[in-house]
């Protein structure tokens, strides 16, 4: 069933097209699932369905999936670790979102590099157009060939050719977290998620 509906929105997504639109057009959709904090599914490689089923996602199972349809396109991806604060100035945030942005620990942020046209190029299908307004920096009109920005003002750039040892890192980084470093990322997270949501819906 979880390959059963990326095969199918896969070939949904890209019948009829040339190279590259195929890859314009998987990026929009993926791009396009509104960006949510959800919970870590145990198994990475349930990640790719998860999104397509429940139409929403962060920056992690966009990219798994994104990097997956690259692939069955006949493009080299790698998986990205850009480390950065939430703490970004130009977003919108409520008060009390921006004052968790300052305490939590830093964020582990995920996006892919692809090899097209002989050079490796940035892809980043993180936030959903539906919150620009917001703040946060939205890849729009992606030519298919070059960089597209980055979600986060990312402090480093660590690549990894499989998502599971991405995976592995980011894992390995969050456990020296403290108690109260999980308590308060908890905290952001849930706040987060209504805050984004409660913003959608007074948009539409």
């Known amino acids: 069933m979880a390959i059963d509906i990326v095969l199918e929105k ?9 190279d590259r639109q ?9 791009r396009d699932i509104p960006y949510s904090l959800v919970p870590e599914i145990p198994d990475i490689h349930e990640w790719a369905s998860s999104i397509l089923k429940n139409n929403k996602g962060s920056c992690s199972p966009k990219h798994i999936l994104l990097g997956s349809m690259f692939v069955q396109l006949g493009i080299k991806v790698k998986y990205g670790v850009y480390p950065f604060s939430w703490d970004n100035p130009a977003i919108k945030y409520p008060q009390n ?3 968790l942005s300052r305490v939590i620990p830093c964020g582990y942020h995920c996006a892919i590099k692809a090899y097209i046209d002989n050079k490796w190029v940035l892809v980043d299908a993180t936030w959903d157009p539906a919150v620009g307004r917001l703040g946060f920096p939205i890849n729009e009109n992606w030519d298919g060939f070059s960089d597209t920005l980055n979600a986060v003002i990312a402090r480093d750039e660590i690549l990894f050719d499989k998502p599971d040892e991405r995976m592995d890192f980011v894992k390995n980084k969050k456990s020296f977290w403290t108690d109260k470093e999980k308590t308060d990322y908890k905290q952001f997270i849930d706040e987060f998620n209504v805050w984004l949501l409660r913003e959608r819906k007074s948009a539409s």
């Open 10 to 18: 896969f070939n949904q997504w890209i019948s009829g097209l040339n």
């Open 22 to 30: 195929a890859r314009i057009a998987v990026f929009n959709h993926i």
């Open 97 to 99: 979102l921006r004052e």
